[in-house]
């Protein structure tokens, strides 16, 4: 089975902090994304990484960046949060094609003060 | 732009009965087609999936249908029980693009 995990299921930050969201994937998948979901929005494409060290920007990259040191490990950072990125945060990955099936995380909640 | 659409925000029906979810595309140039189930607090899990040579996949009390000339699909649940109880999403893709394009969920309550 595929597992993705990440790191936090909660979490609370204030204005101004940076943010860091991680996401594992335990089955040597070569794509992985990160999404936020938002009520009566559905689930919108912030970054995704088709090989360590390589990112392209999803629909909505303004406020966010990327990071792909390994291949089992995509973070999600947010330089400086804002309200308004208090959202669900989901993370997925995919085998090889980036028209594989992608297996999602159980996603971060985050809420910013 | 392309997008994807759920006809029901919200489904009931009483346990045992089967389920119909549908959702509608509007790019022809779709050919692949998913639905998640998302139960609350979690990630969306993948039920399955159909590409756009296939008319009809069916699954494990799951049954989804494709309609490539009205730009249509269902998802079909057999027997529907309380744990069926979520909000299901469908999503399409096309050619070679990463991008998958999702509706905005149908929430199904499963009545006793």
């Known amino acids: 089975d595929v597992k993705v995990t990440q790191s936090s299921r909660y979490l609370v930050k204030r204005t101004g902090e940076k943010v860091f969201l991680e996401c594992v994937q335990d089955m040597d998948h070569e794509n992985m994304f990160w999404y936020r979901q938002d009520p009566g929005l559905g689930l919108r494409l912030i970054y995704f990484s088709y090989d360590v060290k390589m990112k392209e920007k999803g629909d909505i990259p303004e406020g966010y960046s990327v990071s792909r040191e390994k291949k089992e490990r995509f973070s999600l950072i947010l330089e400086s949060a804002s309200t308004n990125q208090t959202s669900m945060y989901l993370c997925a990955s995919s085998l090889r094609s980036l028209t594989d099936t992608q297996y999602f995380g159980p996603g971060t909640r985050l809420t910013v003060l | 732009g392309e997008s994807v659409g759920l006809h029901l925000p919200t489904l009931s029906v009483q346990e045992g009965d089967n389920s119909i979810i549908n959702c509608a595309y509007s790019n022809s140039a779709s050919d692949y087609f998913i639905w998640y189930k998302q139960e609350s607090g979690k990630g969306p899990q993948f039920i399955i999936d159909?590409?756009?040579?296939?008319d009809k996949r069916q699954g494990q009390r799951v049954t989804v249908l494709l309609n490539k000339t009205v730009k249509h699909l269902s998802l079909q649940i057999a027997a529907t029980q309380p744990g069926d109880s979520a909000v299901y999403f469908c999503?399409?893709?096309?050619?070679?693009?990463?991008?998958?394009?999702f509706g905005s969920g149908t929430r199904l309550l499963v009545r006793p």
């Open positions: 159909i590409r756009s040579n296939m």
């Open positions: 999503a399409a893709a096309w050619g070679s693009s990463y991008k998958l394009i």
